[in-house]
């Protein structure tokens, strides 16, 4: 199998292109276990963690721009990023333990399209975009049209992400994520709620956005959401229709980890909770 | 497929080493290097046996790909201490009997090691957090925590 680690965007185009069954590897923690346990298909890696721009986090006016490959520990650890994006921070600090952290990249957890991944949701909450690349160009989507089903994304062959870009965060912005395991760490997410809010000035919701993870074939846009929040203060009438309409919403399977009936009710548990966090996040800036 | 040439740092030393792409870390280390301090638990990146320190953070041995090493610097358990000059985590597991089987001891010594190094006095859950990707099927953890809260203690007196 054939290994190669590009310096720049164009070579590992140009290699994915040219290399049969080519797979990037970011941090190589979904890839790797596929590897060891057989992954058909694999014909070669492009090693992308040699791409100055995929492995750095820029802040410019327009918002953050996250490198496909900056590491959970990076990411974490970039306390600018952090303070603006509270809530992704927190999701990417979910994965795995200190060691993944070493390595799991947003680019891999989205692009390995689990239904449980923790970033997917808070990507979506903060309306995150991907600029990808390939043999076709550049274009850029949001965040929730990449996978479309359990493993499946809709990038065409040889194209990768080369970063995640998030808004510039208004004043009184925040957002929060929430998941719900069986233990304290090391686990897979049995649902997963990502919150952004912005508020006026007087504390008002004047703009929300919800993604739910772990409770349908890939993570959720909540499109009530925005009109379920905008114009409260959270009240309880409130988070309860929140909480009603992240239920619906879900689609869960049932296995030992979670019936669908408790997958339903959890995940409207988390989107209030997240959003009662968001909301005081978002107050106190 | 002719094996790739790697030159890298372990332990200080600079290493040269030839491996198939599939190699990973771990396998070249025990394999290839003949260091095998460093342990094959699962794998799959679930117990933190194989825990080294790649560029000075940690990282599962068994999840990066030894053609990954070429021009960093790897400290592996052999890397920390010597038999005459025990690192303070590798005394304090010895000496508050943090080890039974031994098999996951090298592993959290890198582990707790990378801990002190960035957090020289961590609270204990910080330790627990820091350190749920090492498993142990012997100690039950608490004399584990334990003796990295020795450990900082004593790095803590030694600077003093
Ligand atoms: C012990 C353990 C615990 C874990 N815990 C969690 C957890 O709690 N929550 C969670 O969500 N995940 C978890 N994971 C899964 C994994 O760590 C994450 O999904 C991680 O973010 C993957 O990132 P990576 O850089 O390692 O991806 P890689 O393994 O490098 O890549 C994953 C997939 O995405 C593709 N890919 C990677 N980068 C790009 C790119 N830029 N463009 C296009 N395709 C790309 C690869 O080809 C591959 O198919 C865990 C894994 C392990 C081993
Ligand atoms: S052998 Fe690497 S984590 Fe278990
Ligand atoms: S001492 Fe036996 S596994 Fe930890």
């Not at chain 1, 409260?232 to 988070?239: A, F, P, Q, S």
Request: proline residues 4%; negative net charge; contains cysteine.
């Amino acid at each position: 199998m054939e290994y190669q680690s590009p310096a720049s965007i164009d070579e590992a185009v140009a290699a994915l292109a040219a290399l049969e069954g080519a797979r990037v590897m970011a941090g190589g923690t979904d890839l790797l276990v596929q590897l060891r346990s057989g992954a058909p298909r694999l014909g070669a890696i492009v090693d992308v963690k040699k791409i100055a721009e995929m492995c750095s986090i820029e802040e410019t006016a327009e918002g953050f721009s996250v490198g496909a490959a900056v590491c959970g520990a990076q990411l974490t650890g970039h306390d600018a990023f952090s303070r603006a994006w509270p809530g992704v921070a927190e999701a990417a600090g979910l994965i795995g333990s200190t060691q993944i952290q070493g390595r799991a990249s947003l680019g891999g957890n989205v692009c390995n399209a689990s239904p449980a991944a923790d970033t997917t949701p808070a990507l979506i909450a903060a309306r995150a975009k991907a600029e990808i690349v390939g043999p076709g160009g550049r274009r850029i989507v949001e965040v929730e049209k990449i996978a479309t089903g359990p493993g499946k994304t809709s990038l065409g062959k040889g194209e990768m992400v080369v970063r995640f870009l998030l808004p510039a965060r208004p004043a009184r912005a925040a957002d929060a994520y929430l998941r719900m395991i069986p233990r304290t760490e090391m686990d897979i997410a049995v649902a997963g709620a990502g919150v952004s809010l912005t508020l006026d000035r007087g504390g008002v919701v004047a703009d929300a956005r919800v993604g739910l993870g772990a409770v349908a074939p890939t993570a959720l846009v909540l499109d009530q959401a925005a009109d379920i929040l905008t114009g409260t203060k959270l009240e309880d009438d409130v988070l309860a229709r929140l909480a009603a309409a992240a239920g619906a919403a879900a689609t869960p399977i049932d296995d030992k980890r979670g019936t669908i009936d408790y997958r339903r009710k959890v995940v409207g548990v988390l989107a209030k909770r997240a959003a009662l966090i968001a909301y005081q996040r978002a107050g106190e800036r | 497929m002719p094996k790739i040439h790697v030159s890298t740092t372990v332990n200080g030393d600079t290493v040269e080493f030839l491996c198939e792409t599939q190699e990973t870390v771990l396998d070249v280390l025990r394999n290839t290097l003949g260091l095998t301090g460093t342990k094959e638990g699962c794998g799959t990146g679930d117990c933190g046996a194989c825990s080294v320190l790649v560029d000075g953070r940690l990282v599962c041995g068994c999840l990066m790909l030894g053609v990954e090493a070429e021009g960093k610097e790897i400290v592996t358990v052999e890397g920390i201490g010597s038999p005459d000059r025990l690192h303070p985590v590798q005394q304090k597991f010895l000496e508050d009997a943090a080890l039974q089987c031994g098999f996951c001891t090298p592993g959290f010594i890198v582990a707790a090691k990378a801990l002190l190094d960035s957090n020289p006095e961590p609270t204990e859950t910080e330790i627990r957090y820091w350190l749920a990707g090492n498993l142990c099927r012997c100690t039950g953890y608490d004399k584990i925590v334990r003796a990295v809260q020795d450990a900082a203690l004593e790095m803590k007196g030694q600077q003093a």
